[in-house]
T-cell receptor, first 113, second 114 residues
Framework: GENVEQHPSTLSVQEGDSAVIKCTYSDSASNYFPWYKQELGKRPQLIIDIRSNVGEKKDQRIAVTLNKTAKHFSLHITETQPEDSAVYFCAASSPGSQGNLIFGKGTKLSVKP | DTGVSQDPRHKITKRGQNVTFRCDPISEHNRLYWYRQTLGQGPEFLTY????????KSRLLSDRFSAERPKGSFSTLEIQRTEQGDSAMYLC????????????FGEGSRLTVL
């Protein structure tokens, strides 16, 4: 089955700097790659997603890139702000999975003012 | 309907007791998922319903776990003879039918087994 690896497990940046989180997946059939943000004690919430027919997607300060050949995808956050501090999870889903997501172990991002 | 709701939010029980969690999905969503999340880990898939049919179960779901969605609306997750290793956050999520897309998560039910 699908396996998703996520790095780094923790990331600390200064406010205004960029943050990059990387994930790799094992199932070449996977075609949907969302990123979720989970604040302490809160539910995971989708922040951006990408499908396998595109290589990059951007939404204001966040962007996701996908390299299907290498089977990896990355989250990029620019101009980080203290409210970006949270745990970020990448995930992957394959066509036969009926929408079930396989998550990475998460990256705890700390943005220092 | 403002989102996925789960009840109870917290449950403390003694080892060996049975517990049941309830999830009410977003009303127009026919897909419903249960995940388990332990500290420092990502959500792990447990089981999935399309309407009232349970279509997939993870190997993580031992015989002590059972889930139902009798009328295709709310769902229950029961854990029998709880063990300390069952302590976790149990997350429910729902999504509409169609192409894979966003899962809308509830706030979760935190289980502590003493």
């Amino acid at each position: 089955g699908e396996n998703v690896e996520q790095h780094p497990s923790t990331l600390s940046v200064q406010e205004g700097d960029s943050a990059v989180i990387k994930c790799t997946y094992s199932d070449s059939a996977s075609n949907y790659f969302p990123w979720y943000k989970q604040e302490l004690g809160k539910r995971p919430q989708l922040i951006i997603d990408i499908r396998s027919n595109v290589g990059e997607k951007k939404d204001q300060r966040i962007a996701v890139t996908l390299n299907k050949t290498a089977k990896h995808f990355s989250l990029h956050i620019t101009e980080t702000q203290p409210e970006d501090s949270a745990v970020y999870f990448c995930a992957a889903s394959s066509p036969g999975s009926q929408g079930n997501l396989i998550f990475g172990k998460g990256t705890k991002l700390s943005v220092k003012p | 309907d403002t989102g996925v709701s789960q009840d109870p939010r917290h449950k403390i029980t003694k080892r060996g007791q049975n517990v049941t969690f309830r999830c009410d999905p977003i009303s127009e969503h026919n897909r419903l998922y249960w995940y388990r999340q332990t500290l420092g880990q990502g959500p792990e898939f447990l089981t999935y319903f399309q309407n009232e049919a349970q279509l997939e179960k993870s190997r993580l779901l031992s015989d002590r776990f059972s889930a139902e969605r009798p009328k295709g609306s709310f769902s229950t997750l029961e854990i029998q003879r709880t063990e300390q290793g069952d302590s976790a956050m149990y997350l429910c999520a729902s999504s509409p039918a169609g192409a894979t897309g966003e899962l809308f998560f509830g706030e979760g039910s935190r289980l502590t087994v003493l």
